[in-house]
Nanobody, 122 residues
Framework: QVQLVESGGGSVQAGGSLRLSCAAS????????MGWFRQRPGKEREFVAA????????DYTDSLKGRFTISRDNAKNMVYLQMNNLVPEDTAIYYC???????????????WGQGTQITVSS
C-alpha cells in the first residue's frame, strides 16, 4: 500500500514556474514507479511523467518534454514535478500516482493522491 499527498498547487501567470511535491507513505515506496497525471477542464485524465524506482528512467508525455522535470528523493519518500514556462493549457488538477512498473503506471496506476489544482492565467 502507498498513500500519496500532493502539495504545491496554486495560481501562476503564464511563463511562470511551480514545483509540485508528493509525500508518499507505505513500506513499498522504494519499490514503486512514481509519477504524475493531470486532468484539464473538460478532458480525460492524462499521463504527465513517471520515474523509476531509483530514478534511472524518466518518462514524459511528448508535449511536455523540456518544460516539466520529474525527480524523486527516496530518503524522504518524496516525488517532485518541476514545471517551467507554464501556459494556460497546463491548467489542470495534478495527481500524484504510483504503481509497480512503468507499463502499469501508464495504463492506469493503482495508487492515487487526492490531486492539487494548478491554474495558469494569461
Amino acid at each position: 500500500q502507498v498513500q500519496l499527498v500532493e502539495s504545491g498547487g496554486g495560481s501562476v501567470q503564464a511563463g511562470g514556474s511551480l514545483r509540485l511535491s508528493c509525500a508518499a507513505s507505505g513500506a513499498t515506496f522504494i519499490n514503486s514507479v512514481m509519477g504524475w497525471f493531470r486532468q484539464r477542464p473538460g478532458k480525460e485524465r492524462e499521463f504527465v511523467a513517471a520515474i523509476s524506482r531509483v530514478a534511472v528512467s524518466r518518462d514524459y508525455t511528448d508535449s511536455l518534454k523540456g518544460r516539466f522535470t520529474i525527480s524523486r528523493d527516496n530518503a524522504k519518500n518524496m516525488v517532485y514535478l518541476q514545471m517551467n514556462n507554464l501556459v494556460p493549457e497546463d491548467t489542470a488538477i495534478y495527481y500524484c500516482a504510483a504503481d509497480r512498473t512503468i507499463a502499469a503506471f501508464r495504463a492506469g496506476p493503482t495508487y492515487w493522491g487526492q490531486g492539487t489544482q494548478i491554474t495558469v492565467s494569461s
